[in-house]
Antibody, heavy 120, light 107 residues
Framework: QITLKESGPTLVKPTQTLTLTCTFS??????????VGWIRQPPGKALEWLAL???????RYSPSLKSRLTITKDTSKNQVVLTMTNMDPVDTATYYC????????????WGQGTLVTVSS | SSELTQDPAVSVALGQTVRITCQGD??????ASWYQQKPGQAPVLVIY???NRPSGIPDRFSGSSSGNTASLTITGAQAEDEADYYC??????????FGGGTKLTVL
């Protein structure tokens, strides 16, 4: 059974850096082709893709947020970490991590999401 | 352009057929995947590739594509199909794109 779960702060202040962790089970990021991505969704709004990391450490970022994002993986811990700098109230959203495979235009399995509020 | 456009809202009578569309230049080259999202829940993949359904997705869900438009069709819509639906594809640089979402109401 594949599961993913996001964890991190529920509240951050403007200008702070957000660090989110995706802990997964049922698959390994050392397996060829496997990837984990981050997607966010502001309240009442659409999904927005943020970043993606593959088994071979290939990393992809949303062009509009690239300067603020860093994605890393810890294969031994089955974790993927996303950091987003200079947080702003408009970054208030539910942040999801999800599993994909290289070359596939889809996210097969999703975490439950974690709501992050940016407020002073 | 590197955008995917969806109608904000669509309605369908119970038991009837509804088509939800997604438009974008990238769809001329790449398939879309489709996700169903109910309130307070994470998205669920319902269609991917040419017309593939993950295990557990009812066969009333189907996908198609023509030109710059991808479509999700629900044949015989059920009350439980009321949800938001999002398309997902990529741009020419390999970055993922999501459509703006379509709110489906089953009357």
């Amino acid at each position: 059974q594949i599961t993913l779960k996001e964890s991190g702060p529920t509240l951050v202040k403007p200008t702070q850096t957000l660090t989110l962790t995706c802990t997964f089970s049922g698959f390994s990021l050392s397996t060829s082709g496997v990837g984990v991505g981050w997607i966010r969704q502001p309240p009442g709004k659409a999904l927005e893709w943020l970043a993606l990391i593959y088994w071979d450490d290939d990393k992809r970022y949303s062009p509009s947020l690239k300067s603020r994002l860093t994605i890393t993986k810890d294969t031994s811990k089955n974790q993927v970490v996303l950091t987003m700098t200079n947080m702003d109230p408009v970054d208030t959203a539910t942040y999801y991590c999800a599993r994909t495979r290289f070359g596939e235009l889809l996210f097969r399995d999703w975490g439950q999401g974690t709501l992050v509020t940016v407020s002073s | 352009s590197s955008e995917l456009t969806q109608d904000p809202a669509v309605s369908v009578a119970l038991g009837q057929t509804v088509r939800i569309t997604c438009q974008g230049d990238s769809l001329r080259s790449y398939y879309a995947s489709w996700y169903q999202q109910k309130p307070g829940q994470a998205p669920v993949l319902v269609i991917y590739g040419k017309n593939n359904r993950p295990s557990g997705i009812p066969d009333r869900f189907s996908g198609s594509s023509s030109g710059n438009t991808a479509s999700l069709t629900i044949t015989g819509a059920q009350a439980e199909d009321e949800a938001d639906y999002y398309c997902n594809s990529r741009d020419s640089s390999g970055n993922h794109l999501f459509g703006g979402g379509t709110k489906l109401t089953v009357l």
